[in-house]
Nanobody, 119 residues
Framework: QVQLVESGGGLVQAGGSLRLSCAASRSIFSIHAMGWYRQAPGKQRELVAAITSGGRSNYADSVKGRFTISSDNAKNTVYLQMNSLMPEDTAVYYC?????????????WGQGTQVTVSS
């Protein structure tokens, strides 16, 4: 089991920045990959960025060059630095952790944090 607690969402003007944090209840060394997803009203949840335990990261095309995912293993925390925010980034952002046990992968989710970007 992994509990995830997100923080850092809020209201920001277009062009502004926010940093989201996701604190895990166990060492993220033991977590195969962690990621940030978002879901806007009426839309499907989509991957924003992910990072593996080995430090490899990937991003959605829509956020490349603007968002950066990072991890602090000592704090069991993953961050999402969001710069140059646009109104279309408005969504609920969810932290995800993927844990591999044998041949199965288990996914855990945080409760979500709202990000609203005003124009």
């Amino acid at each position: 089991q992994v509990q995830l607690v997100e923080s850092g969402g809020g209201l920001v003007q277009a062009g502004g920045s926010l940093r989201l944090s996701c604190a895990a209840s166990r060492s993220i060394f033991s977590i195969h990959a962690m990621g940030w997803y978002r879901q806007a009203p009426g839309k499907q949840r989509e991957l924003v960025a992910a990072i593996t335990s080995g430090g490899r990261s990937n991003y959605a095309d829509s956020v490349k060059g603007r968002f950066t995912i990072s991890s602090d293993n000592a704090k069991n925390t993953v961050y999402l630095q969001m710069n140059s925010l646009m109104p279309e980034d408005t969504a609920v952002y969810y932290c995800n952790a993927g844990v591999i046990k044998g041949l199965a992968e288990y996914n855990y989710w945080g409760q979500g944090t709202q990000v609203t970007v005003s124009s």
